[in-house]
């Protein structure tokens, strides 16, 4: 990566005080997860219809300049190596240096170091929610705000965004029993 | 990359690539604004009782080192240079390196400018919401992330946190008629 | 009125047991108040733009034959004696022998005893909320499937409907220090 | 109890005009149901806690005289021949002669039929909702405001209060394919 800073005015007290903030394009990358999953009144069941995303982005009042894709709309303990070949792929190609993906929590850590693996040259963040923001997830909202303002300054590599925090791609893991992010110890 | 990193305080000892990232306490200033509006259903007016920020932290399932602290709980137009001077001597005095300031949107850049003429050594970052979150703001809780998240990765100096976005805090304005913020032309 | 009992289409041949229930077409008619009050993030006040009843009867998976008609938007501190002799006149005029009516809380009874004065020989139901729809009310969506129920099987008449019960029209008066309605003593 | 009318002043306009409405004590029977449906964010299933009806009756701001019980909270699916002897037992043995009950939709009718067999000289009235009050459900919210208005009118009966309608106990059916409920042709 080239010496170009990661966002203008970011760095530092003399840039902050004398520019605007330019903000890169970000790829936003929708795979499904609790995120998106919603109540089917006639089956009783939980399941996928379309992505919430762009209404959250709507009441976020977010300005921010997101393309939107829906890869797949699954269970991330659904997901196979292939589903994950195809987000390594398309965060590839994409022509945006920031993604955001949202996913399922249980093997989010997992399709982190899928990417990782795969040594990508830009800022990808992966989030998702404990609740669906359907049923008046606050975590979602939250992570989404998290998420794309993580994707904006960090440097290139692999992050999940959960909890408030960042954790590196390679170093987290979920405690299903607590349903929380935290470091590989 | 080069030698720069854009995260202080993300490295930890030996680098975000190496090892798990180190949050910093995070001092969370309260000051009002729309965010912790009410709705008086006796009066039919809006009015401040406590924050909101406690249960909002609860429901994102945040796991940041966060103390809040109440400094007043007013709408921003009714904020007088004593107020200022109050919430520029907390962010001065307090311990934490990373500070957040909930505010309301009015005057969010005229707090941003006092506090910047006082050239904190700190990151700190202004954010608020449009519509109260008792009134399910969807903003809010977006807007918090992102202001958590900001907080912990800018370089110091004073910013806002806004639709996605975060403006230098000197060149940043509301525009009212749109009810957004952005960049000083 | 004579011994015409409380509910007729629910005797149908032969009683309760006997025959599925026929509900007769109910108007609503809409007048404003805290009901309908939306949040302007442009002033920070409240205001009122269009009815909220549409979308509360379709969340509600209604299927009562109501015909909704907005008489005025308004708070009913506001409310004028030409727009009770409006309100007045509507319920003699239109064709539905069932009328519920959404009503700011303030002046509800003083409508209450000017639709009473007019002796319609209609059921006719008043109701509102504490809190605005807009802002997750619970009391007025609980009010509507209450006051729209009362509509059905009441005696012709004028009535209020809040806090789940129902009052009589001239036998009500709302309690302001506790936001409560309750019999006049 | 004899002849007396189910609510002093419904009687028609002499009555409604002459006297306060006393309304009766009501019990509220708790089955569980969608309305009590909750998600669990460690296994991303729906599950049973406690009943929501305590706060929604709450946020109703109910004054209605009505004890609530929970007699069992499980999915209508899963309701045994056991289960409904249980309710019908409950319902003659409360002190109470008007009864709501919260049941699933699924097999609410079945239970209503149980109900009529037993011949109960009280006023029953069962309801339940589409999507759980913890997904912010309006119609559960509109049902119970639905229920609570019929129940206190009624003659004695057994009724089911979906849709804004009330049906004869033994002249319903639900449509799964449109989610409604509807007479028995």
Redesign the interface.
């Known amino acids: ?1 080239p ?1 170009r ?3 203008r ?5 003399a ?7 330019v ?1 890169q394009p970000i790829r936003l990358l929708v795979t499904g997860g ?1 995120f998106d ?1 919603e ?1 089917d ?2 089956t ?1 069941r ?1 399941f996928f219809k379309e992505t919430h995303i762009h209404e ?2 709507r ?6 300049p997101v393309a939107v894709e829906t890869l797949m709309m699954i ?1 991330s303990l659904d997901m196979t190596d292939a589903d994950r070949a195809r987000i390594v792929e398309r965060v590839a190609g994409c022509g945006e240096r920031r993604v955001v993906i949202t996913h399922g929590t249980d093997t989010m850590a997992e399709t982190a170091r899928a990417l990782l693996a795969a040594r990508p040259d830009k800022t990808v963040v992966l989030t998702g929610a ?3 923001y ?3 997830s ?2 979602g ?10 994707a ?6 692999v992050y999940v ?8 791609g390679d ?1 987290v893991r979920k405690d ?2 607590r ?6 110890p």
């Open positions: 990566m010496a800073p990661p966002l005015g970011h760095r530092g007290r840039g902050a005080a004398g520019s605007a903030i903000t609790t999953k109540y009144e006639l009783g939980l959250m982005l009441l976020a009042r977010s300005r921010l269970d404990m609740v669906p359907a049923f008046g606050s975590d909202l939250f992570n989404l705000g998290s998420a794309l303002s993580f904006q300054v960090l440097a290139p590599g965004a959960m909890n408030g925090l960042s954790f590196a170093q299903r029993e349903g929380i992010f935290e470091p590989v």
